[in-house]
């Protein structure tokens, strides 16, 4: 490949990395994915920047950490201000296309938990936080389900650096936005498909396991297949380079396969996850109450985070998120086989990822939270460039903010500065650094649920706000993070030392734009 090369980003959303067959799951299928990896490079030890939805996405967008873009939580839209990877794609002649899930605005419609409050009493609306913003502006509701009520609504465009937006909102067969009318045109009563209350019968009891009435051929997934294949085919006799970012909302719960991929996979022959093996397992005070909760009978199971469940139920869950994978799988292939129809393979980079993982029933969760153990914290990154290497694995640590900037020195264009991203085709990281904030506390407590945590090449440690303990895991001993080391005296000094790193990784991180205009 000797001119400049064209990009597609397949993006899942809450897939762990251990979920692909290419990184060693036991059960699950997934050829197409795998022949990224066989051809390409696959990275074992890729950590997000955050484990939840809008900041991670935030941070893959903008190379930067959620304490320098400010998304710091779920609720929190990405400023307009904020220079994108894809900004500077397009600036450089790029053609850019988003088909999927974005997430860059909120999608729910609902407001902000009481402890947010829009402004307090005295106070001038535009003077009650400490930073003037416009994120309640209406160019910040392209995914809120009212700009959706209007028949021919559509995203604006450039909608942070894409040029050519078709849109899917919020998870499950609810999902909405370019969709919601697509499925419409196809069936006059597609709102009677829709939702748990018009499931299928079936006889699960996991949280959240939905028997979806949407035939797989109408599926959101299906749907995003259909419109990236159909954009590669109108790029037969473009000579731009571009970049496709292909975005499913899959596997996120509700764990809802349809059609075929509902049956593909018994529950029955998943392995009861080792948490429910280990009884002299003590976890950790905001994991026993997430646990607690459940027993309790308080836990939200229609909720986003993360809550206990029973062996049976992780096994349920584990087998309908695999026919969620499945199902992306033939898309991807679909998406891949277009993609060579139209004569840009060779000329093309394809790479595959996640926002976050979800504990699918390890320590006895569901979802996922502030608890940043692996299943949460890693996810795939597979990059497959025609010109590169193939069938090659790096177990250096790499994370979601490094995705733009390897995509911009592969395109030979300069980042913007105060971008955080490493090129991933350099010797990697020494630790992988992770923010994470929520609009609810800490499980277990009144105070913020606030976690910086810290992975390095054996140990991650992890800091909470407002309070005297915290985690730190040996994985080379301790792979499944049942012994918590925070208090043991033989590990004092490591410890120390990733505090410390912590604390270096934080300064790090501290934001440098803008730049100064004079000497003062």
């Not at 029933?361 to 569901?366: S, Y």
Request: glycine share 8%; charged share 20%.
């Amino acid at each position: 490949m000797t001119k400049q090369p064209s990009f597609i980003l397949y993006i899942t959303d809450q897939h762990r990395a251990d979920y692909l067959g290419c990184y060693g799951h036991p059960i699950l299928k997934t050829p197409n994915i795998d022949a990224l990896a066989a051809n390409g490079v696959a990275h074992d030890r890729f950590y997000v920047a955050c484990p939840v939805c809008m900041p991670n996405r935030a941070s893959l967008m903008t190379c930067r950490m959620p304490s320098s873009h400010g998304v710091r939580m779920n609720g929190i839209p990405l400023a307009r201000q904020h220079v994108t990877f894809v900004d500077l794609l397009r600036e450089a002649g790029y053609d850019t296309a988003l088909i999927g899930k974005s997430h860059l605005q909120t999608f729910s419609g609902l407001p902000p938990l009481p402890s947010f409050p829009e402004a307090r009493d005295g106070y001038h609306e535009s003077a009650s936080q400490a930073v003037r913003h416009d994120v309640t502006a209406e160019n910040y509701n392209s995914e809120d389900p009212a700009f959706w009520r209007e028949a021919d609504a559509t995203v604006p465009t450039p909608f942070y650096g894409f040029d050519h937006v078709e849109l899917v909102t919020y998870h499950g067969d609810r999902v909405g936005g370019d969709y919601k009318r697509w499925l419409r045109n196809h069936r006059a009563d597609a709102d009677s498909l829709i939702g748990a209350e018009n499931q299928l019968p079936h006889d699960y009891a996991c949280p959240q396991a939905v028997r979806t009435a949407v035939p797989a051929e109408l599926y959101s997934t299906t749907y995003i297949a259909e419109r990236a294949e159909a954009w590669l085919q109108g790029r037969k006799d473009k000579d731009r380079p571009f970049f496709l970012m292909v975005s499913w909302p899959d596997p996120h719960h509700p764990f809802n396969p349809p059609g075929k991929y509902w049956d593909m996979y018994n529950p029955a022959e998943f392995p009861v996850p080792n948490a429910f093996d280990t009884p002299g397992w003590t976890p950790p005070p905001h994991v026993a109450a997430v646990r607690a909760a459940r027993h309790a009978g308080t836990a939200n199971l229609s909720g986003m985070e993360a809550i206990g469940c029973s062996a049976r139920e992780a096994q349920e869950a584990q087998a309908l998120t695999c026919g969620m994978i499945t199902m992306i799988d033939d898309a991807v292939g679909r998406v891949q086989t277009a993609l060579a129809a139209s004569g840009k393979a060779a000329d093309t980079v394809t790479m595959f990822t996640t926002d976050h993982g979800d504990h699918l029933g390890d320590h006895r969760m569901l979802f996922k939270g502030a608890e940043h153990y692996e299943q949460v914290t890693r996810v795939p990154f597979i990059w497959s460039d025609p010109g590169g290497a193939s069938g090659l694995r790096r177990d250096d640590i790499g994370q979601t903010l490094d995705i733009g900037t390897t995509i911009l020195e592969r395109a030979r264009i300069e980042p913007a500065d105060g971008m955080q991203g490493r090129d991933l085709n350099t010797p990697g990281r020494e630790h992988a650094f992770m923010q994470f904030a929520a609009q609810t506390n800490l499980p277990g407590s009144d105070l913020p649920a606030s976690v910086f945590t810290i992975r390095d090449a054996r140990h991650r440690l992890s800091m909470f706000q407002g309070v005297e303990w915290g985690e730190l895991y040996d994985l080379q001993t301790d792979p499944s993070e049942f012994e918590n080391l925070w208090d043991d005296p033989a590990h004092a000094h490591t410890r120390a030392s990733l505090i410390e790193r912590l604390a270096r990784a934080s300064f790090a991180h501290i934001d440098t734009v803008p730049t100064p205009v004079s000497r003062a």
